[in-house]
């Protein structure tokens, strides 16, 4: 998936990188996709101040939900669209 630049996640690393009792992520944000590499992604991770290519990543706002108009608003939306095409046909 695509996100944009700068969102923070949580990098996983992998079993030949870290102890057995270490933690599975560290933090970071994401850079973008890797060209070269397939189904990775370019991040920059905050522990060791550098860029690295993962293949696992957590997106950390993946609770947030995107935000949505009220019934009011597409009854509104509506209207004034109504409104502009009944002008728009009297007029032509």
Known sequence: PLA???MKILIH????DRGPYDPHGI?????GPSMKH???H???AISTCSERISDTVTW????????TSSTT????AAAQ??????????AA
């Open 42 to 44: 370019r991040v920059w």
């Open 81 to 90: 669209d109504l409104t502009k095409a009944l002008k728009q046909s009297t």
């Open 60 to 67: 950390i706002p993946h609770g947030i939900s995107m935000p």
């Open 4 to 6: 944009p630049p700068g």
């Open 73 to 76: 608003d597409i009854i509104i």
């Open 13 to 16: 690393e992998r079993t030949d």
């Open 27 to 31: 933090d970071g944000w994401y850079l």
């Open 38 to 40: 397939y189904r990775c």
